[in-house]
Antibody, heavy 116, light 107 residues
Framework: QVQVQESGPGLVKPSETLSLTCTVS????????WSWIRQSPGKGLEWIGY???????NNNPSLNSRVSISIDTSKNEFSLNLSSVTAADTAVYYC??????????WGQGILVTVSS | YVLTQPPSVSVAPGQTARITCGGN??????VHWYQQKPGQAPVLVLF???DRPSGIPERFSGSNSENTATLTISRVEAGDEADYFC???????????FGGGTKLTVL
């Protein structure tokens, strides 16, 4: 059973970079697709982007220029960097995994608040 | 690409709930459905239009044709009360879209 767990700071200042890590257990990261998804308070789900173990990646065009997703196969983890954050980036951030970009396994989520 | 879901659906216990997900030619895509209860992460309840992951009751079923995909929950229980989201992957662009979500209320 694949398990994923988000970690990182819960508070980020405006204009700074939000950095989160997702640790994978129960499976090798050298399989499946690994994604980041967020949910603003009281809102729906927004796909941020994915990375495959080969390094192939793609991001939501609405965030494209600010998003960077990377993978560290030696640590069995992948990461999200979202630059130039504003209050609109305040959300619960989830990491998730699955085949063919459907999301079979989700982390519990981490609330990131953007505030000075 | 816009996926349109009704904001809310209400149904009495024991009845059937149908939650729709509208999109242009969505019938040509594989649709996945997620259930999210308050304070919890989403859970996959249907994938590839009609398939149930292990552990999901047979009461959950789906269909997808032309411009509408539908999640059907038969013999609704109080524990089914949740938000439901549809999701597709576009093979042509390698992008993912979610519907806006539907709040299912069990009366």
């Amino acid at each position: 059973q694949v398990q994923v767990q988000e970690s990182g700071p819960g508070l980020v200042k405006p204009s700074e970079t939000l950095s989160l890590t997702c640790t994978v257990s129960g499976a090798s990261i050298s399989t499946y697709y690994w994604s980041w998804i967020r949910q603003s308070p009281g809102k729906g789900l927004e796909w941020i982007g994915y990375i495959y173990y080969s390094g192939n990646t793609n991001n939501n065009p609405s965030l494209n220029s600010r998003v960077s997703i990377s993978i560290d196969t030696s640590k069995n983890e992948f990461s999200l960097n979202l630059s130039s954050v504003t209050a609109a980036d305040t959300a619960v951030y989830y990491c998730a995994s699955g085949s063919n970009l459907l999301f079979e396994n989700w982390g519990q989520g981490i609330l990131v608040t953007v505030s000075s | 690409y816009v996926l349109t879901q009704p904001p809310s659906v209400s149904v009495a216990p024991g009845q059937t709930a149908r939650i729709t997900c509208g999109g242009n030619n969505i019938g040509t895509k594989s649709v996945h459905w997620y259930q999210q209860k308050p304070g919890q992460a989403p859970v996959l309840v249907l994938f590839d239009d009609t398939d149930r992951p292990s552990g999901i009751p047979e009461r959950f079923s789906g269909s997808n044709s032309e411009n509408t995909a539908t999640l059907t929950i038969s013999r609704v229980e109080a524990g089914d009360e949740a938000d439901y989201f549809c999701q597709v992957w576009h093979s042509s662009t390698d992008l993912v879209d979610f519907g806006g979500g539907t709040k299912l209320t069990v009366l």
